[in-house]
């Protein structure tokens, strides 16, 4: 039988797959609702339509922004919170980077300045994939180390 001990600093790793994704969430769900106001698309719509909204790829950039993150928050949680078990401060330092480059990300995209190809990553948003894969990093380890014990 394989018993899997918390580690002194995983209190960290909760507040990383816990809370952190819900302020990050917070702060990136703002943009879209400033954006609606802005923009004026209102519920139900999930995205601005074109020739209808006459801004709507300026909205389009915004919410997509938002969604990214969405698209991939349950999945580095999950990580996180397993992954933690073996390397606590690593996937607390990846939170971070994680979080932050998630909100890089949505600044570099609805920056209506930038080409949308190239706007993602011009604020800095690679930082996120570092996050990311120190958790799969870590969670494939904490695996791996409990089907060879």
């Known amino acids: 039988m394989v018993s899997i001990d918390v580690p002194a ?3 960290w790793v909760v507040l990383g797959a816990g809370l952190a994704p819900a302020i990050t969430n917070i ?4 943009f879209v609702m400033a954006a609606r ?6 519920y139900p719509n999930l995205y601005a339509v074109p020739g209808f909204h006459k801004t709507a790829d300026e909205f ?3 919410q997509r922004g938002h969604q990214n993150y969405l698209e991939g928050s349950d999945s580095y949680s999950i990580m996180t919170l397993i992954g933690g078990l073996k ?3 690593a996937c607390a330092i990846g939170t971070v980077l994680y979080c932050a480059g998630c909100y890089l990300y949505m600044l570099g995209y609805k920056d209506t300045s930038l ?3 190239d706007a993602r990553y011009k604020k ?3 930082i996120k994939w570092i996050g990311f894969f120190t958790s799969v990093i870590s969670c494939g380890k904490l695996a791996f180390d409990l089907i060879t014990a």
């Open 124 to 126: 800095g948003a690679a």
């Open 37 to 42: 106001k802005e923009h004026n698309v209102q």
């Open 115 to 117: 080409d949308v190809k």
């Open 87 to 89: 390397h606590p401060i």
């Open 60 to 62: 389009n950039r915004v």
């Open 9 to 11: 600093h995983y209190g």
């Open 27 to 30: 702060v990136l769900s703002s």
